[in-house]
């Protein structure tokens, strides 16, 4: 409850600051002068699934109005201009390279002439893996809703039941499994989980657009348009988990096949997940060994380095008030925590 009064409370005082001109003053004196803003799935829907665990999702309706907000009160940079440090505006960054981003995403911002930057993991993308493992998890406990299954979060000791309520919550318990074990090798829990429960490996009946990737075709065609692609690692492992070797291999390996598939050097990197708990500073000297000259987290104020390679981003909830994004992409809400 007390969280409640404290959002209403702060809710309001963007609002009143937003109409008052406050926020814009801010934004005048103290505000972001280059923002990097970042999203993952545009979905054709009205009304988003109950199921976007992660946060991740925003439909095509509220990014078209988030598109517009940006365009009317912030300068929005051509991306070929992310690598320059006098460029001042926002950027705009899709992670993971879902089939929305090709074939929603992509017709929204060319009605608006904004041009991206799309973070490709080509190990996906080759389908040597079929979803990424959080998602993978996801599925797998969404088609087996109203059975009882063995999970690794009580040992295999006991059976637990999955419903259409606790699918989220299992998810996220399975996910903070992996992080509070530092598991490397995320992609044997799931053949395990699979094997335990004599699930078959392989393709789950799904939202193609939400949970499959783009092709090669596709991810070409983006970069004629004026695209950029980035490394987003080749498994979207968490790279803080992974030895040295595996960090090198992860980026070494993910940029050579980029530039193989596109035909020109791939220098920008984007940390899957992106937060303090997922990167390090080895993590990020291994980004910087393995040759990339920018790289993008999802956090306000990295404190790592060398900053390049530690830059910040910001993500927008799925909403369209004007209040609050400006509030967001000024830096404003930030400026008061
Ligand atoms: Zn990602």
């Not at 993971?96 to 973070?119: T, W």
């Not at 596709?218 to 695209?227: A, C, D, P, S, V």
């Not at 080749?234 to 790279?239: A, F, N």
């Amino acid at each position: 409850m007390a969280k409640n009064i404290k959002h209403f409370v702060r809710d309001s005082w963007l609002t009143a600051s937003y109409y008052t001109g406050l926020s814009h003053l801010y934004q005048a004196l103290a505000g972001r002068k280059h923002g990097v803003v970042s999203y993952h799935n545009v979905l054709p829907v009205s009304t988003l699934p109950a199921f976007d665990t992660y946060n991740v999702d925003v439909t095509a309706a509220i990014f078209d109005k988030q598109l517009q907000f940006l365009k009317k009160h912030f300068r929005v940079q051509p991306i070929q201009e992310l690598e320059n440090p006098l460029a001042e505006g926002i950027f705009l960054t899709f992670d993971d390279g879902m089939r929305n981003n090709y074939e929603i995403l992509v017709p929204i911002l060319a009605k608006h002439d904004i041009s991206a930057l799309f973070a490709i993991c080509p190990a996906m993308v080759d389908g040597e893996l079929p979803y990424i493992w959080r998602d993978y998890l996801f599925l797998l406990l969404h088609q087996a809703i109203s059975q009882d299954v063995w999970l690794p979060l009580n040992g295999y000791q006991s059976l637990i039941r999955v419903s259409e309520a606790s699918l989220n919550s299992l998810t996220r318990q399975l996910k903070q499994y992996v992080y509070s074990h530092q598991i490397a090798d995320i992609y044997g829990i799931i053949w395990e989980i699979c094997k335990k429960n004599q699930w078959s490996v392989g393709p789950i009946s799904c939202d193609e657009l939400r949970y499959e990737f783009m092709t090669w075709p596709q991810i070409q065609e983006l970069t004629q348009k004026g695209h950029q692609v980035a490394s987003h690692t080749q498994t979207h492992r968490v790279l803080r988990f992974l030895s040295q070797d595996e960090k090198k291999k992860e980026l070494e390996s993910s940029k050579k096949r980029l530039e193989e598939k596109l035909n020109h050097e791939i220098s920008l990197f984007v940390y899957p997940y992106g937060s303090s708990a997922e990167i390090d500073q080895a993590t990020v000297n291994a980004v910087d060994e393995a040759g990339y000259r920018g790289a993008f987290m999802n956090i306000q104020r990295p404190l790592l380095t060398p900053s390049a390679l530690a830059q910040p981003r910001f993500a927008f909830p799925p909403i369209a008030s004007s209040a609050h994004l400006y509030a967001i992409a000024s830096g404003y809400k930030f400026s008061f925590r």
